[in-house]
Nanobody, 116 residues
């Protein structure tokens, strides 16, 4: 059974940093690209960052380029999102995502709130 479990969210002041983690199980992690999405109430879920299964190739939403870094540890079956220089508009629920064969899997989400 595929499981994605996010952690690391919380309340942070503008300009601060957080590191999100997504621990996975139930599939061969190193075979699949992994993504982070975020969602604000009343808006569609948006793609934040993607990392390839090997080689470390990454892509980011324009709104987070230069501030966020996605990484993965295939030995731990875990994907990370390092978020620096956080802004109030980064406030959202952040979700880990995996597309495995013909199915899409989501974690339960972790709340990130950027506020003074």
């Amino acid at each position: 059974q595929v499981q994605l479990v996010e952690s690391g969210g919380g309340l942070v002041q503008p300009g601060g940093s957080l590191r999100l983690s997504c621990a996975t199980s139930g599939f061969t992690f190193s075979n699949y690209a992994m993504s982070w999405y975020r969602q604000v109430p009343g808006k569609e879920r948006e793609l934040v960052a993607v990392i390839a299964r090997v080689g470390g190739s990454t892509n980011y939403a324009d709104s987070v380029k230069g501030r966020f870094t996605i990484s993965r540890d295939n030995a731990k079956s875990t994907v990370y999102l390092q978020m620096n220089s956080l802004k109030p508009e980064d406030t959202a629920v952040y979700y880990c995502n995996a597309k495995i064969r013909f199915s899409v899997y989501w974690g339960q989400g972790t709340q990130v709130t950027v506020s003074s």
